[in-house]
């Protein structure tokens, strides 16, 4: 029922940008939290940032504040990930994810939906 399709990664060098597009076929206005995780080769799959409809209200990880901004179109149901000023260390693979009662907004725990994936590499 709940489909979320990912696009928009590639490859960049570091201090470059990337925007990363998350097509959603699911009904917001009933209270859905967003976010996207990554995870890198050999590490665990960990939040980046998430934003809970309809407040709209963002949440991000400590280490892309200030650089990643996340949002979310109604009218285009499709979630965003903007990402500026890129550091190798953000090289993984990027995942739409969604869930319904979400408690911690960045554990990737909480989440029941979650898309195929849109792989972000940075280079030095």
């Known amino acids: 029922q709940v489909r979320l399709l990912e696009s928009g990664g590639g490859s960049v060098q570091a201090g470059g940008s990337l925007r990363l597009s998350c097509a959603a076929s699911?009904?917001?206005?009933?209270?859905?939290?967003m976010g996207w995780f990554r995870q890198a080769p050999e590490k665990e799959r960990e939040g980046v940032a998430a934003?809970?409809?309809?407040?709209?209200?963002?949440y991000y990880a400590d280490s892309v504040k200030g650089r990643f901004t996340i949002s979310y179109d109604y009218g285009k149901s499709t979630l965003y990930l903007q990402m500026n000023s890129l550091k190798p260390e953000d090289t993984a693979m990027y995942y739409c994810?969604?869930?319904?009662?979400?408690?911690?907004?960045?554990?990737?725990?909480?989440?029941?939906?979650w898309g195929q994936g849109t792989q972000v590499t940075v280079s030095s």
């Open positions: 699911l009904d917001t206005s009933s209270s859905f939290t």
């Open positions: 934003i809970r409809t309809p407040d709209d209200s963002p």
């Open positions: 994810a969604a869930g319904e009662g979400v408690g911690t907004m960045l554990s990737k725990n909480e989440y029941t939906y």
